[in-house]
């Protein structure tokens, strides 16, 4: 495809982190990502997430919720409490729609959250929300 | 009453009356004895059948024989009374148990069934304290054996048992009703009470029986838990797959062929296909658990009928199937689920684009009838026989099967909209003529959010009242000022449907309500489960208002406003208490 207008430029300095434990979900993200010119970084538990987050500082994290070693819930209320890692957006992907689940993240601070399975055009919209409300909010 | 002729057997006989008052056999002997008095004689003459004698008895004659006749009714008493106390013990030694009273055989044998049966009942009289209540009913209710009906009665009013009855039967003209109650030991019990009303239609009292529905409720809590389990568990490798097809779809591998193309379309729609299978999977076990989450606000059926028109206009055309709506616009607004009755009314809708074929015609119509909102799909479809339309709610039953391929679907679908719209205290029923259409119907009752609130609060202030326990209120208002309000409408109104749903969680057992009484308003009644619960409530919805407000509107200018006020601290009065949360919203507005 030509990129007439340099859009595809656009997402070069934005880092996403996903942090899933299912491989295969992680790979079709981060292909899908980077085909969007993300840059993408990966996690395999809440864990190695939170190193990858420190390390890397990226702008949005993609976060599962069920997890070993460290699952997203808990990962995410750790994240909350570090100050280096402050103003990181969160989008939760869960497999529950259940409200708990939400509501129990949302207490913490997340920007939004996917219910699984869903539409990758669709997660790709929310990421790209999150990323205006944060230009607008830095302004 | 004794007769004179009762007295006269054995009794000589004359030839003649000697005295001068002679009286019918067939006469009472109080009656002769009066009419002795009146005429001052002192014996009688007595007429028998036989016409020429006479049997003449003097007045002590007449009492002795009365005496003796007396005497010998109580022998013949104490004697049948004999015989039926040997044939009784017989009987019991036979049970295997000895009467410490003598009780009619048939009372005891209830008795003893009373005392057996493995179901509690207890039994109020008419002024509702216990008459009696089984060695079941006790333990069920935390007591021993022994104890007695006044402990029996001081237990159930600290449960708030009575009042519950009370409330129920002055509320409505009820005879009988059902409610649960979590007792000691963390036992749920299931009560259900029946009026005795006797022949004369005297109230003799309420009869109760109690049930553990402890494990019941454990095990279908371990159904829901382990269906959504496995959801969670289809839905992993769901998702890398649909990933997958959009990824090649969309061009991370490369250029892609027409012919893949088209095999990936159909991989597509299989997977969002699948997806909804598990859906109403889940819906199906949470609907039969009775834990699908349902979160009322006042609604218009109205509106959504416009928005299920739209979903469905593509698939209408590509199947030459004209889709209208015929809406009376001043249809009342129902205080339901708008999420969960657009789900009843997208699978009645979807279904009748389905069966019609091209040419045909599907039209939603929406009116009100009595307390009711009526909704009804009507197409020009195939249509059901009579028979089928008896089966047509029950689980995994599909029509398809008969209409033949190319009509698919998880069969659950008309289970699951009987299942909300039951849950709404709706009912759905469908009228049809094979070849030549149906017309599916779902009713919902119009209710006003405010009536359900204060009859809520009327109860919980009742039963509160008994175990001094305390509850907040709290009133979540987003009302914004003037000007913005036309223009903050829409995204006031889907903040509030995030809001409610977030406020659910913290929404717990049957003294809990969350409910949306108006477009900007939610109020949360929440009891205090241990102490400082309202308080860290309160601070956790704060967070939850800011938070929503933040991703909503990031800094515009719109306050989040709660009101909270507690019973009883700040007042016994529901009215008062509502009057009181409002008025600390006014002023921080």
């Known amino acids: ?139 | 009453m004794i007769k004179i002729t009762d007295l006269i057997r054995n009794a000589q006989s004359h030839q003649q009356s000697d005295c001068n008052l002679i009286v019918d056999a067939d006469l009472s002997v109080q009656e002769a004895l009066d009419w002795m008095d009146k005429e001052g004689c002192n014996s009688i003459g007595i007429d028998t059948e036989d016409c020429e004698n006479f049997i003449v008895l003097s007045r002590q004659e007449l009492l002795e024989r009365l005496l003796a006749e007396l005497d010998n009714a109580q022998e013949n008493l104490m004697r049948i009374d004999e015989q039926l106390q040997c044939s009784v013990n017989e009987e019991l030694e036979l049970i295997g148990s000895s009467p410490e009273e003598p009780a009619p055989r048939s009372d005891r044998t209830l008795e003893l069934a009373f005392a057996n049966m493995t179901e509690g009942v207890i039994i109020l009289d008419g002024a509702g304290a216990v008459q009696k209540a089984n060695p079941p009913a006790k333990i069920l209710l935390g007591l021993s054996e022994k104890d007695d009906c006044r402990t029996v009665t001081t237990v159930m009013d600290d449960l708030g048992i009575r009042e519950l009855i009370l409330s129920d039967r002055t509320e409505r003209t009820c005879k009988s009703g059902q409610f649960r109650i979590r007792a000691a030991h963390q036992k749920v019990l299931q009560i259900t009470w029946t009026q005795m009303v006797d022949g004369d239609r005297q109230l003799l009292g309420n009869v109760l029986t109690l049930h553990d529905i402890t494990d019941r409720l454990a095990a279908d809590r371990a159904k829901t838990e382990f269906i959504a389990a496995i959801s969670h568990e289809l839905r992993t490798p769901l998702t890398s797959l649909q990933n997958s097809v959009s990824n090649i779809l969309a061009g991370v591998t490369g250029k892609v062929s027409s012919k893949t193309r088209c095999y990936l379309h159909t991989m597509k729609s299989d997977c969002r296909r699948f997806a909804d299978l598990i859906n109403d999977l889940l819906d199906m076990a949470k609907l039969e658990a009775g834990s699908l989450p349902i979160n009322r606000c006042v609604m218009n059926i109205v509106t959504m009928v416009g928005d299920v028109i739209n979903d469905f206009a593509d698939q209408a055309k590509k199947r030459q199937v004209e889709l209208l709506c015929e809406i009376d616009r001043h249809v009342s607004p129902v205080y339901a689920d708008p999420k969960r009755i657009r789900q009843v009314l997208s699978n009645l809708v979807s279904n009748a684009v389905k069966f019609t074929s091209p040419g045909g015609r599907v039209c939603i119509r929406s009116y009100d009838a009595g307390d009711d909102v009526v909704t009804v799909v009507e197409d020009t479809g195939v249509g059901i026989s009579l028979d089928l339309q008896k089966q047509i709610f029950s689980k995994f039953y599909q029509i398809s099967r008969q209409a033949g391929p190319g009509y698919n679907g998880s069969g659950l679908g008309l289970a699951i909209c009987d299942g909300i719209v039951a849950v709404h205290g709706g009912s759905i029923w469908v009228q049809s003529n094979e070849g030549k259409g149906s017309k599916f119907y779902f009713s919902l009752p119009k209710t006003n959010p405010f009536i359900v609130l204060r009859k809520h609060l009327g109860a919980l202030a009742k039963r509160s009242g008994r175990k001094a326990s305390r509850f907040g209120l709290f009133i979540i208002n987003f009302d914004v000022p003037g000007e913005l309000k036309e223009r903050l409408k829409k995204t006031v109104g889907s903040l509030v449907g995030e809001m409610l749903t977030e406020i659910n969680p913290f929404v717990n057992g049957t003294e809990d309500i969350a409910i949306r009484t108006e477009d900007s308003e939610i109020i949360l009644v929440a009891s205090e489960k241990q102490k400082g619960y309202i308080k860290t409530l309160i601070e956790k919805i704060q967070k939850i208002t800011q938070n929503n407000l933040r991703k909503k509107y990031g800094n515009a200018p719109i306050l989040p406003m709660l009101g909270v006020a507690v019973y009883p601290t700040d007042s016994h009065d529901m009215v008062e208490l509502e009057k009181m949360a409002r008025h600390e919203i006014r002023q921080m507005a």
């Open chain 1, 1 to 139: 495809m030509f990129d007439f207008l340099g859009l595809k430029k656009k997402n070069d300095d934005v880092k996403i982190l996903v942090v899933d434990d299912e491989p295969n979900i992680v790979q079709t993200l981060q292909d899908r990502l980077e085909m969007n010119e993300y840059t993408v970084f990966t996690a395999c538990n809440g864990k190695e997430g939170l190193k990858k987050a420190q390390q890397e500082k990226p702008d949005v994290i993609l976060l599962d919720v069920i997890m070993p070693v460290m699952d997203g819930h808990e990962m995410l209320e750790v994240l909350r409490k570090q100050p280096e890692c402050d103003g990181i957006s969160v989008i939760m992907l869960t497999a529950r729609s259940q409200t708990q689940d939400i509501a129990r993240a949302n207490a913490c601070g997340i920007d939004d959250y996917i219910v699984k399975p869903f539409d990758l055009s669709e997660l790709l919209e929310k990421i790209e929300t999150v990323l205006e409300n944060r230009k607008a909010m830095a302004k």
